[in-house]
């Protein structure tokens, strides 16, 4: 069983440039929970994520993790959560298994092929990054769910690039996590096809 988790955002409020990209917003996330956060193109939904996990700062509000103040405890958070960015980050130089080495520098090499293997890509582990499509290059980052014991995840548009299989195989690998006691945090454009989170909006 994944570590329990508990997260609440009490009453957050975020500007960025000119805009209020939220106000007053509280939800909680814990363990077993699959929170999609949606809105339009712009809405704010990468921002929050980050002003979840300090990289953007608040106006206004509270996070608190497992009981304490995030921003006086924050490392608490961040050893506990596994963000997978908007972009996939994948080094065109290297190959497919030395970019998910540099990610997950701990781990065997079997390891690494195993979860290569979970997203169909073993056969291009040793084929450079450049050589690759987008949605290869998705999947070597998210292979690194197969490899990771954090217990909230924290995934912006995961699917971009996908082809259905792709999509199936993550959705899968999220159900898993979820009946593990783990959590999700996830912004998509797409509809979820076999999980029913629970929704925030975001309005522009
Ligand atoms: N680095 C930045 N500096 C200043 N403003 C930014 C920055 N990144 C995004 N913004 C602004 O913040 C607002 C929200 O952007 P954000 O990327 O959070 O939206 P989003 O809902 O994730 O959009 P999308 O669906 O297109 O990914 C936009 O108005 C955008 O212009």
Redesign the pocket.
């Known amino acids: 069983m994944r570590k329990t988790v508990k997260l609440d955002i009490k009453n957050l409020s975020i500007e960025?440039?000119e805009?209020d990209?939220c106000r007053d917003l509280s939800f909680s996330v814990q363990s077993g929970d699959l929170i999609r956060i949606a809105?339009?193109?712009?809405?704010?939904?990468?921002?929050?994520m980050k002003a979840i996990l300090g990289w953007v700062s608040i106006e206004e509000g509270e996070l608190i993790y497992n009981g304490e103040d995030v921003t006086q405890h924050r490392d608490m958070l961040l050893q506990d959560q596994l963000y997978l960015g908007?972009t996939p980050g994948i080094k065109n130089v290297f190959t497919a298994l030395e970019n998910l080495k540099l990610y997950c520098p701990d781990k065997s090499e079997q390891q690494l092929e195993q979860a290569l293997e979970q997203v169909q890509l073993l056969a291009f582990a040793d084929t450079p990054a450049a050589q690759l499509s987008a949605g290869q290059k998705r999947r070597i980052a998210l292979a690194r769910l197969w490899l990771t014991d954090k217990s909230l995840w924290f995934l912006d548009?995961p699917f971009t690039a996908l082809d259905v299989k792709g999509v199936s195989t993550l959705e899968e690998r999220m159900a898993s996590h979820l009946s593990e006691g783990g959590a999700v945090v996830i912004?998509t454009?797409q509809p979820l096809l076999h999980l029913s989170p629970k929704v925030i909006e975001?309005s522009v």
């Open positions: 960025r440039g805009r990209l809105g339009e193109n712009g809405a704010g939904k990468s921002s929050l908007h548009e912004t454009h975001l």
